[in-house]
């Protein structure tokens, strides 16, 4: 600063001197002024961009999709939600927006609708209520918020996103997580929102199948999005009403950090589905990162060999990951798994079962 007054003092003298004979007003004398600043300190106010691509990937759930069962409107119908989501995730890193901003929104567009296993569309507990888990990261900062066990907040992942940004824990559950909800003016709903006729009817079967052979019903899904924004910084989300007739208070992998969520700016981002309990034993979303940071493979293998694991542990399921560069895997070891990709080169992909 002193080297540029020193520079340009003189020339400042001599136009003040000319500007106050002429009687110019402040304005131009300020217009003229800013022609001498320092494009150097302009630089360095503003600070450096960042133009890494932008990518996202969603997830609807994996499991036992077979096309037998899919009549042709149905797909459509599974489809176009899917579009739906990735198209409002991806809108927000179009604009510039974050990678947290774009798995929270793609998340709430799969949780609004009664296709998905999450929000509106979870199943039932033995008891016939509905608990909802879900949990989101930050891979720059590896911040985490995550939610278990409510039973009236329209979006779970909004309360996850609230509690990472809000509070200084990790997870809340139960009455806690809605009294902090609620603190904060999140929208409630009441048990009834959540019913749904499907959903009913898969409970009921669940318990006449297990009356009978004395085993449980494990209709599963998730939803979930993972993303890269244009600053080069990854999020990863879930969101999930867990298993039809599960138990009261069982808790699943998809709130769970390093289980069915986790982000990290120097490796991948991940979402899982599938059967939570062997997500949270193998430690299925942290496993993909660590392949990556530690044994120096790409996200596709690292991706692929974690469920390859899962498999060999008798375990069913599927993930969605992202990595650093906008590379994008969906491995999944069922006969479908709902997902959709626009990659770094804004390729959209929207799929169902394993043979498209």
Known sequence: MTKFLNTHGQHLTFLVKIINKKSISLILLLSILSLFS???????????????PIAIAIHGGAGTLERSKFTPQLEIEYKEKLKEAIQAGYNILKQGGTSLEAVERAIVVLEDSPLFNAGKGAVFTSDGTNELDASIMDGQTLQAGAVSGI???????????LIKDESPHVMLIGAGAEEFAALHSLERVSQFYFYTERRWQSLVKAKGKMAKDKTTEIEKGTVGAVALDKNGNLAAGTSTGGLTNKLYGRVGDSPIIGAGTYANNKTCAVSGTGQGEFFMRLAIAYDIHARMAYGGLDLELSANTVIDKLSKFNGTGGVIAIDSKGNIATPFNTKGMYRATID?????????FKDE
Do not use: C, V
């Not at 320092?38 to 890494?52: E, I, M, V």
């Not at 770094?344 to 992909?349: F, T």
């Open 344 to 352: 770094k080169n804004g390729n959209q992909s929207i799929k169902i």
């Open 38 to 52: 320092s494009p150097g300190l302009s630089a360095q106010a503003g600070g450096d961009s960042t133009n890494s």
């Open 151 to 161: 039973k009236h907040i329209k979006n779970p992942i909004k309360l996850a996103r």
